[in-house]
């Protein structure tokens, strides 16, 4: 067992079983070999995966309320942390959003393996998503490292419901992106970004940004990848 990933999953009131433990590390098993043969993750070496990965993951239980939700993990890539998660919280409901369509294999094995029955993959890109079905339907949108956050609030706003939450994880530029980002996230029908410093051993400047949905999103955004590439919604 992982000290560490108990300690952090304990703040959130939860109580890592065995057979969770042995999830977590199967996952980065999985992770770590996949990587060998396609690109999924730059941390290759098994310590660092268990900080940067699974115990990184984990420090978004708390702002994760309790209840059957659904949550969205947008950029998934190599599946953190949508997939961490998953394991920690299996009362939950998990979308994981990666349009490209190896890492979206590689997700849909690993759930397979993992015996995931709350999960689910769309291979689509996070704007095409927000014009489905599936909009405005999640209580939770997560993301990591996958854009600044002007682009990831209008990637995922449009996904969360009114009374949801998008949750970013950022890192020390976070200060720099909010006061651009402001514009887009009021038009996005968000409110004031809260910042949450994370006490991760090991590890400096890691923020959880918190945006609640209190308005409806406009039926315009997410724009079109094709005709938006480089230009941010408030320029």
């Known amino acids: 067992m992982n000290s560490l990933w108990t300690d952090i999953s304990q703040r959130a ?18 992770l770590l070999q996949a990587n060998e043969k396609m690109n999924l993750t730059r941390i290759t070496e098994r310590a660092a995966a268990e900080l940067n990965h699974i115990a990184d993951a984990l420090t978004l239980l708390p702002f994760i309320p309790i209840g059957s939700l659904k949550v969205a993990d947008v950029g998934s890539g190599g599946g953190v942390p949508g997939i961490p998660l998953a394991i ?12 490209t369509k190896k890492k979206a294999a590689f997700l849909r094995d690993t759930i397979h393996s993992l015996k995931l029955e709350n999960v689910k993959v769309i291979d689509q890109r996070a704007e095409e998503v927000g014009h489905t079905d599936l909009r405005k339907t ?18 995922c706003l449009p996904l969360a419901k009114k009374g949801g939450k998008v ?12 006061p651009p980002a402001l514009k887009a996230i009021h038009l996005l029908g968000g409110a004031d970004p809260i910042v949450h410093p994370v006490d991760l051993p090991g590890t400096e400047h890691h923020v959880i940004v918190e945006i609640k949905k209190i308005e409806k999103t406009d039926s315009r955004y997410p724009r079109n990848p094709t005709t938006t590439k480089g230009k941010p919604l408030s320029a």
């Open 167 to 178: 949750l970013a994880m950022k890192g020390a530029k976070v200060h720099e992106e909010i």
């Open 88 to 99: 920690a919280r299996p009362d939950l409901q998990f979308t994981l959003i990666e349009s």
């Open 13 to 30: 009131d939860i109580k890592l079983s065995d057979e969770q433990h042995i999830s977590l590390s199967r996952y980065l098993d999985l």
């Open 138 to 155: 999640f209580d939770v949108v997560i993301a990591r490292a996958v854009g600044q956050l002007i682009w990831i609030a209008e990637w």
